[in-house]
């Protein structure tokens, strides 16, 4: 008989999955559902308090860029009547729109100085699907409406008077 081969100094080949724990071979432990459904809650009541913030964030925005649009356009509404009570007739035509500077200012200084600004009353803006219109009560209780245009740049927003009518 021949004796038996010399002990390799090499362990044997084991099998990839011996001594390998099988992650889901144990049973799964008890969940706590109360703490489960207290994650869940927050988690929502979170997602709503925070869409609820972004919501109010842009009316918040919105209500102020509206606002500086208002205030800009009745800006533009009192210089304009602040330079027609001062003479200041050049500075007015400059304030007037593109269209209505075709025409030389000395074609409006006549009817400017008809009317009674001293101590004029702007009115608040009043924005319509026609046009954009700022009331002026004068002094002897006539009210010239001033149309608004407005203009939006990349970078800014101009507004210019572009007509008038005047009432009473």
Known sequence: PEPPP???SQPERMS????????FAAPPAERNS????????FGVGGGVMALIAVVVALFASLFTLTESYM??????????????????????YTRLCPDMRDRPVED??????DWEVDGADV????DE????????ELADGSVVELRILIEQGPESVDTTVCGWDQTG
């Open 6 to 8: 010399p002990p390799s």
């Open 16 to 23: 990839a999955l011996e001594g390998v724990a099988v992650p």
């Open 71 to 92: 205030d800009k356009i009745e800006d533009t509404a009192e210089a304009f009547i602040s330079d027609i009570d001062d003479e200041q007739w050049d500075d007015a």
């Open 129 to 136: 699907m026609s046009g954009t219109y700022v009331p002026v």
């Open 108 to 113: 409006y200084i006549e009817e400017w100085d």
């Open 123 to 126: 009115r608040p803006v009043r």
């Open 34 to 41: 109360g703490r489960f459904a207290l994650a869940l809650a």
